[in-house]
């Protein structure tokens, strides 16, 4: 499907959305990357009016923010911003004991980010009768890259079945500006963070994967273990059988 067809597609899927669960509008957490563009470009599409932009930035970089600003000027789209770095510092140091530490790397203490995020993301919601949209694609949903009740706790995915190359694609009928399309993919947990690094495989590899399913040894294994480790991510929580 060309991606002006899957925009146009993608759309009315939104608006249908919210008739269904009976919801006002979107809210979108805005983080300076190439999928929270997309996402909320589609919302603003399907819902003019009652559209809004969450930046939330905490301890990450500030031209994240700066990026993140600038698509909403992009789209028109209302923001609010909030620093969420004084209760994630708070956590730290209710969790552990000591202040936090910016240059260790520790993916629990990094993962209170995410969530701490969705807290915001469905405050805003639920004050305004609005659906959590979430940014997560199809590549990252494949090896579950994403945190569980972070960035994955959301109402909805528009983008979760399209790999990382056709949202770029979508970006590019959208209108989503050039510096963010190229901008190398992070999460920005800490500080140098890079997407395809962390996973060990690049999202062009992963991508000619699940759609070809191409790939060397590497890849596949690397595929393999990722979906498998993460696969507790994609699943509703374990429950008895009787």
Known sequence: MH??????????????????????????????????AVTVALCKRACPQDTVGIIM?????????????????????????INLEEPFEAMVKVLTGRPYCEQEIDLAIANIK?????ITLYFFAARRQYLVVGTGNRSELTVGYFTKYGDGGVDLLPIGN??????????????????IIKKAPSAGLWAG??????MGITYEELDEFILYGKGNDRV??????LAARNAHKNEMPARPPF
Not at 193 to 198: A, K, P
Not at 220 to 225: G, H, M
């Open 3 to 36: 991606a002006a067809e899957m925009a146009v597609k993608l759309t009315a899927w939104l608006r249908e959305q919210l008739k269904v669960r009976g919801a006002r509008g979107f809210v979108v957490g805005l983080s300076g990357g190439i999928d929270s």
């Open 57 to 81: 930035p905490c301890h990450s970089n500030p031209q994240d923010a700066a990026d993140a600003r600038m698509v909403a000027e992009v789209f028109h789209v209302p923001v609010e911003e």
């Open 114 to 118: 995410p969530r701490l995020r969705m």
């Open 162 to 179: 399209l790999v990382k190359s056709q949202v770029r694609e979508l970006a590019a009928v959208l209108g989503v500006p050039e510096q």
């Open 193 to 198: 963070q890079c997407d395809e690094t962390e």
């Open 220 to 225: 596949k294994e690397v595929v393999k273990t």
